[in-house]
Structures are given as C-alpha cells and as structure tokens.
C-alpha cells in the first residue's frame, strides 16, 4: 500500500515523530519535498496556495501512475499515529472511492484520507485544481465538489482525531477530553509550527495518561 506525503522544507521538523509513529510494514511511503513558495509554511500565508496547487499536483501525479483500483492513503507530516493506519483502509473504503478525516460539522479534510484509484478519484482531484482560483484552498475546492453528489466518499470516525473536530481551534488548553482509542492526530486546527508541535505533545501525554488508567 502507499503512503503519500506532501511537505516543504519548513515542516522537515515533523517527519522524526511522523515516522517514528508510523507502522511501515506494508506501506511503501512516497514523500515528496518541494520547493518553499510560503516562507513561513503557516496556512494562507503568502505563497501557501502555490504549495497547495503543487499537492495537489503531486497527489494526480500518482494516481496517474498507481494501477486501477489501487488503495492508497494520503497524510501530512503534522500527524502522529497510535495505531496502524493500513489496517482500517479496506473498511473505510467498503462503500465508497474516498475517506476523509472529519475536520468539522461534517467538512472533509485534505490532509489525511484514504482512496481507492478510480477515475472518479482523479476526476475529483483533477476538478479540484481546475477550479482551485474559485475558492479560498483546495480543502474548500474539494468539499465543494463533494457536495455536488458526484462523488462517492465518507468521513472516517473520531478516532481519526483532530481537536478542531470537537472544539474549533486550539488557543493551548492542556485538558480536554478524547476518544478512548486513537489511530492517528493531526495537528491542525492550530497555526504556528512550533504551536503544531506543543499541540501534538498534548495530545500525546494525554493519550498515555488515558491508557495507563
């Protein structure tokens, strides 16, 4: 199964956790490091829509080149994990093409799914670039698209957590409750690379803490 992952030197600080959380066995990973068009690597910076486009582009680019049907998975480096991704891909895509982290109230996010290669998979990545300059990024372009009907997709359970699913934005609270059983965290919701790591930190202690009652 591959794995494909999108960063930009700024964000090199994530892959030691990303990868050391990472069950590897059966996973070949594809990790492309692309040029810094944002300096600062912070969300709708300057220069943060060209490094979306490129994902985009990297994401087409293997489906392209990935056989029919093929399962893969998608993440951004700002994600530890607790359990093997691999394991619930099958499952998540028993009844549709695309499975996508909830990011909140029901809003896919572009960071961590799982997809089966069809071509209405590359359709829909293929109409999100087309039609990126109508909307603010390309997590807006593509849950526009879903909306449509035209896609058959899900979004994965809370135990693909992300704080911005259950409380909005992260302003540094040290306690907050969580699923009882993790399989990934994504550290979004949060603005600031060293804010991202100080928040997968949290959620970290606070997963052991909950396993060792």
Same mark, same amino acid.
């Given at each position: 199964m591959k794995l494909l992952t999108y960063l930009t030197p700024s964000h090199k600080v994530f892959l030691p956790q990303f990868l050391d959380t990472l #069950?590897? %066995?059966?996973l070949q990973?594809?990790?492309?490091? +692309?040029?810094?068009?944002?300096?600062?690597?912070? @969300?709708?910076q300057?220069?943060?829509? #060209?490094?979306?486009?490129?994902?985009?582009? @990297?994401? &087409? #680019? /293997? &489906?392209y080149k990935g056989?029919?049907?093929?399962?893969?998975? @998608?993440?951004?480096?700002?994600?530890?994990? @607790?359990? %093997?991704p691999q394991k619930y891909a099958e499952k998540a895509l028993a009844e549709c093409d695309i499975a996508f982290q909830n990011d909140y109230y029901g809003h896919a996010c572009a960071g961590f799914f799982y997809m089966r290669?069809?071509?209405?998979?590359?359709? &829909?990545f293929e109409e999100a670039l087309d039609t990126y300059d109508q909307h603010a990024h390309d997590q807006e372009a593509i849950n526009h698209l879903l909306k449509t009907g035209k896609y058959? /997709? +899900?979004? &994965? *359970?809370?135990?693909f957590f992300t704080f911005g699913s259950f409380y909005?934005?992260?302003?540094?609270?040290?306690?907050? *409750?969580? *699923?009882d059983k993790i399989v990934m965290h994504h550290a979004n919701w949060v603005q600031g690379i060293d804010k991202k790591i100080e928040l997968l930190e949290v959620v970290r202690d606070l997963y052991? +803490?909950?396993?060792?009652?």
């Open positions: #069950d590897i %066995s059966n990973i594809v990790m492309n490091v +692309a040029d810094q068009h944002c300096e600062t690597g912070e @969300f709708c300057a220069g943060w829509e #060209d490094t979306m486009k490129d994902r985009l582009r @990297f994401i &087409l #680019d /293997y &489906l056989d029919n049907d093929e399962i893969m998975m @998608f993440c951004d480096v700002d994600i530890q994990f @607790f359990d %093997s290669n069809t071509e209405d998979v590359r359709d &829909l058959r /997709y +899900a979004l &994965l *359970p809370p135990e909005n934005h992260w302003h540094g609270e040290k306690q907050f *409750p969580i *699923p052991n +803490a909950k396993q060792c009652k």
